[in-house]
Each structure stands twice: as structure tokens, then as C-alpha cells.
Nanobody, 117 residues
Framework: QVQLVESGGGLVQPGGSLRLSCAASGFTFIMYSMKWYRQAPGKERELVAGISSVGDYTNYADSVKGRFTISRDNAKKTVYLQMNSLAPEDTGVYYC??????????WGQGTQVTVSS
């Protein structure tokens, strides 16, 4: 079955970096665009970044432009989110997402990112 498994979250000080990974299985990874979302405590889930199926197009939320980089390795069926210059407002649970069909969305279980001194 379709599965997305995130890893790489943790506690980091302001100004630090983390790299999140999302390992995919159960579908033809190279055919699908991928996205990272995040949800801060008490807030709605928001789109952070997206990448096209072959990685030639990316887009970012204004709040992370210039600090975060999304990438993918289709041979490894993995999408990454490199996060630099982290700030406390980046704290939240980060989710990997893809739309399999018009009626089927796939979400990972999420990985916690906490930015605090």
C-alpha cells in the first residue's frame, strides 16, 4: 500500500539546520509531485514546499524562501527538505504529502521539528 515515512526531525537552536527525509513506497514515485506541509501548535496545516515529479520545478511558501530547499532522489524514492537558518516560528510537525488520485491523498505520520534555545 502507499506509504510515506518521514524522518530527520528534532530539537535545534535558532539559526541551526535540519534535513528531513520522506521515504515513499507502494506507488510509482517518479510519476508524482511531492510536497512538504507543516502544522504549528494551534494553527492550520500549511504548504511549505513542493517539487515536480522529475524535480525540475519547485515552489516555496514565502516564509521559507531562501532558507529551505526541497529536493528528491527518484532512484531512492525519497524527497528531502533541507532547512537552514531555522527560527522558532518554524516549529511544528512536518508532513510529507502526495496526491495519488483525485480521490486519494497520501500523508506521512509527520516528524516533529522544534526550534528553541
Amino acid at each position: 500500500q502507499v506509504q510515506l515515512v518521514e524522518s530527520g526531525g528534532g530539537l535545534v537552536q535558532p539559526g541551526g539546520s535540519l534535513r528531513l527525509s520522506c521515504a515513499a513506497s507502494g506507488f510509482t514515485f517518479i510519476m508524482y509531485s511531492m510536497k512538504w506541509y507543516r502544522q504549528a501548535p494551534g494553527k492550520e496545516r500549511e504548504l511549505v514546499a513542493g517539487i515536480s515529479s522529475v524535480g525540475d520545478y519547485t515552489n516555496y511558501a514565502d516564509s521559507v524562501k531562501g532558507r529551505f530547499t526541497i529536493s528528491r532522489d527518484n532512484a531512492k524514492k525519497t524527497v528531502y527538505l533541507q532547512m537552514n537558518s531555522l527560527a522558532p516560528e518554524d516549529t511544528g510537525v512536518y508532513y510529507c504529502y502526495t496526491r495519488i488520485t483525485s480521490k486519494t491523498d497520501a500523508w506521512g505520520q509527520g516528524t516533529q521539528v522544534t526550534v528553541s534555545s
